[in-house]
């Protein structure tokens, strides 16, 4: 049995960068809400926020709610707190 799963291929989820100097790679990504508030849970990374002027660094993403589809804008950084999210839909 332990053999069966050594052999399984380990499955790499993207992981958010520090600096998102391609915030493409946001895009996307699934994040589970530690504490569901309105039975809101799963969430998508929607859109990322492109800052007024071209040198400013991106600070905003807007996330979607999987189930009701709401909408909200947040700093990209409070995807990084664990005891708020978890990446990938738990």
Do not use: C, N, Y
């Amino acid at each position: 049995m332990q053999a069966m799963v050594a052999a399984l291929p380990v499955l790499k989820q993207r992981s958010i960068p520090d600096e998102p100097s391609e915030p493409q790679k946001m895009l996307l990504t699934k994040w589970t809400a530690v504490k569901p508030v309105a039975k809101q849970k799963h969430f998508l990374v929607r859109k990322v926020i492109q800052p007024e002027l071209p040198t400013d660094p991106i600070e905003l993403v807007e996330i979607e709610a999987v189930f009701f589809k709401a909408t909200q804008i947040i700093a990209w950084r409070q995807l990084q707190d664990d005891k708020v999210w978890r990446q990938g839909w738990v």
